[in-house]
């Protein structure tokens, strides 16, 4: 099977969606921060993915992407909650939180510590922003997929975009609703892959470099 990557932006539903391949036997990674993640993983969802997929697409040419689109209202007052509790750790210096992690939020919403990074108007244009540099940059490819949780058969038709159609299917589990963010640790499974897997070139990620000709 193909690799697959969930960009949908945080507070879209990554979470669910990741819990529900894990039921479907996938391996999969709420995050990679590590190449050896990216290894071992079927899937990877949220950082980096949503905002290094033009890289990911070179490093994995027969891979999948999966952008999921969340109502903007309802996403705007989750992404507030969430960078309400992340913000200290995201600070450039002080904050504790993994380089690439900050640099994915920072490159997707600007500036961490800039005094309307919770504005609903800002946020907003985040969204589209993101959303419409995903749509452009995989306009007429199949290897792409959007989806909404809240349609009717969305999980089956995620399986099929993946290639698993022989299995019963319900609804997306809902995980991570209102203030909670922390339902994929609490969340029990023998496929979940560690965020920071070491492997052979221990901890470290990807050189997106190319090599010159």
Known sequence: MSKVFIIGLPRTGTTSVSAA???QGLKVA???LTKRAFEVADVVSDVPCFCDYPQLDQLFPD?????????IDTWVASIQMLLTKMRPNLADKTGTFHPILKRCFKQTFGPLDADNLLDQARLKACYLAHQQAVYHYFKHRDDFLSIKLSDNNSLQTLLNFIGIHDSPTAEFPQLNVGTHVASWGE???PNKVNTNLAGPEHRKFFDYRIPKS
């Open 30 to 32: 709420h995050i990679g």
């Open 21 to 23: 391949l894990l039921e």
């Open 187 to 189: 969340y029990k499974h």
């Open 63 to 71: 891979a999948k992407f999966v952008y999921i689109d969340r109502p």
